[in-house]
């Protein structure tokens, strides 16, 4: 199988791919225009990517292309919609950086309140100033606030006990239980945990819900001189809000992420909210930068490509379509015998009927089998009766 790397990738995940079998091309330069030839040119099945943009024009650009794994968490670099429209899987890495972004949220925390910064640029200019710079708040005792808890989020929280933070977090799926079990307040809205909050750092993935979540009105919550972090995508906060915030309520700001950041490693970059004046500290999209996570997710990625190479299916997959109400599953145990299946789904396309999903099991000794076909919609009776007249080799039909 043919595997197309256009990002950086650890050297033990590129040896596993070829020990696995897979012809392997590495390009960490490619992007766009390039990016769409290399698929083109190599025909790869499989296409793995870190942050570099994997655009429409690349998606329809060859046919052989049939999965996309995003080495990393988020997938807002890849076009979902062209991807799905040419039944292309999109595969991504939850998780696997989860302690290397916690570790750079507790750093701009840390930096923030001792403003780190801006003591090292003062001492690299000569001056000495620990009157100024000997006001620190301290951080044990003040409340946490976090927006979204997946495996980021809670080990933030981990962290952030481990400091005697107080930790208020809300999330779409946390419940009392769970807040109880962790040890945490749970709050209704981004709103009221701003207002209980001496820090908010977010933690959300960026799609359509989440687009501009930290708004004015969660941002105008904050205490005065509370800080911010944004660790996640650039797209989850308003940032002329936070200038707004930072302008009226000595809002301190610490940011990984930013809205138009280059797409290349190294290039010119200004960022408005950066030159505002307060406390605002910046790092060039790092979160998942360390050793540790790259390992991790290489290996994620790798596990990935193995699972789909030997069975078909796809890990993570992130753009399947979640299952409709309304249809109906068709069990059939039949004889492992040429022919079955194709009898059984002419019956079902002459009924009109569209297949979504079937699975065919094997019994052991190779003997039976059962298939399972999930429908869009139930058959009748009469259809039912034609799938198991439809070939001797089958034994039973059941709906449900």
Not at 88 to 100: D, H, L, S, T, Y
Not at 175 to 186: F, G, K, M, R, V
Request: aromatic share 4%; hydrophobic share 40%.
């Amino acid at each position: 199988m043919k595997v197309l790397l256009a990002d950086k990738f650890q050297a033990s995940g590129l040896t596993m791919l070829r020990d696995m079998g897979c012809e392997v091309t590495i390009d960490p330069s490619l992007q766009d225009d390039a990016l769409r030839d290399a698929v083109v040119k190599t025909q790869c099945a499989v296409l793995i990517v870190r942050s570099t943009k994997v655009t429409k024009q690349v998606i329809e650009a060859s046919d052989s292309l049939a999965l996309i794994v995003r080495a990393g968490a988020g997938y807002n670099t890849i076009d979902v919609e062209a991807a799905s429209q040419r039944s292309i899987m999109i595969a991504n890495c939850p998780g696997k950086n989860a302690v290397a972004v916690a570790e750079l949220t507790f750093a701009l925390i840390l930096a923030l309140d001792r403003r780190l910064v801006d003591n090292v640029i003062d001492l690299r200019k000569g001056k000495w100033n620990k009157k100024e710079y000997g006001q620190a708040r301290g951080l044990k005792g003040r409340t946490l606030g976090i927006l979204g808890l997946g495996q980021i989020g809670l080990a933030v929280i981990r962290r952030a006990q481990a400091f005697g933070m107080p930790v208020v977090a809300w999330s779409r799926s946390l419940t009392e239980s769970q807040a109880q079990e962790l040890d945490i307040t749970a709050a209704a809205s981004p709103a009221e945990v701003a207002e209980q909050c001496d820090v908010l750092s977010v933690h959300v993935a960026a799609t359509e819900q989440t687009k501009g979540l930290v708004s004015d009105e969660v941002l105008s919550a904050m205490k005065p001189g509370g800080y911010l972090i944004n660790t996640a995508r650039a797209d989850v906060v308003d940032y002329d809000a936070a200038i707004k915030a930072m302008k009226e309520q000595g809002l301190r700001v610490g940011l990984d992420v930013y809205p138009n950041e280059p797409s290349s490693g190294k290039d010119n970059f200004s960022s408005p909210i950066m030159a505002v004046e307060g406390v605002v500290y910046g790092t060039h999209h790092i979160g998942a930068s360390t050793e540790q996570a790259q390992e991790a997710i290489a290996d994620e990625a790798v596990r990935i490509v193995r699972v789909f190479l030997e069975t078909g299916n796809v890990t993570n997959c992130v753009n399947l379509r979640r299952p409709r109400t309304g249809g109906s599953t068709l069990r059939v145990r039949h004889l492992n015998r040429p022919g079955v299946l194709s009898s059984v789904l002419r019956v079902i396309s002459e009924a009109n009927i569209n297949v979504e999903e079937m699975n065919n099991v094997i019994c052991q000794g190779g003997y039976s089998a059962t298939a399972q076909i999930k429908l869009e919609s139930p058959i009748d009776q009469t259809t039912i009766t034609n799938v198991q007249n439809a070939n001797d080799h089958i034994i039973c039909v059941r709906q449900t």
